[in-house]
């Protein structure tokens, strides 16, 4: 109680739908700024004592742009692509060597929910390996996925190797595709995402639309 006490005192922001429990773990954090943010986001996602403590274990506020966490800091308003998390990480739950495709598509399938939150706010999941039909051959989106916030679809594709021309090529035609047939006169363009490897890591490589900036992907 001493010690809740005093990261009041020091200025922290106390949120009264968050749990004994929850600060409990809070005030072992040493930085005021980083109890706060993480409060914060337990209180709006309504986190439970094992989720806050799993955001503390990746190190999520770390990860942050300083920018990001300077508006944090002085409660400014911040866009989706600010919450972006830097390297956003992937869990390799089976400790997989080699990464293929088909093991990265399903690493992330795993943990849908936690790849959506470390891409950024207001991103749903639609659909793995979405049918698509171009003249008379059937092809697969690797993500099919669509943000609330653009309000329109989002295009992921996956690649192991470095990004190549038939790879942005081959996404444009997959956006067109969903334009096409999916989107709504009242929704946005389609936003296409190219996730590969470079240097041994995955990054965004390729986005069609600046909101989204490119970041590092890190197994763990």
Known sequence: MRKFYIMVEKGATVWH???WSHYRILITLSSINEFNYYAKISSENL???????EKIKNKEYERLDEKTKLK???SQKYEVKDMIKNPILIKNSSNNKMITEKILHRLILEDIEIFLKELGNSFCFIASEYKIKLGDTYNYLDLLLYNIEFNCYVVVELKVTELKKEYIGQIEVYMNYIDKNLRKINQDMTI???ICKKD???IIEYCSDKRIIAKEYELI
Request: aromatic residues 10%; charged residues 20%.
């Open 17 to 19: 739908q968050l749990s």
């Open 200 to 202: 041994n890591k995955f």
């Open 72 to 74: 944090l800091k002085k």
């Open 192 to 194: 296409g995402i190219i």
């Open 47 to 53: 986190y439970s004592v094992r989720q806050l403590q």
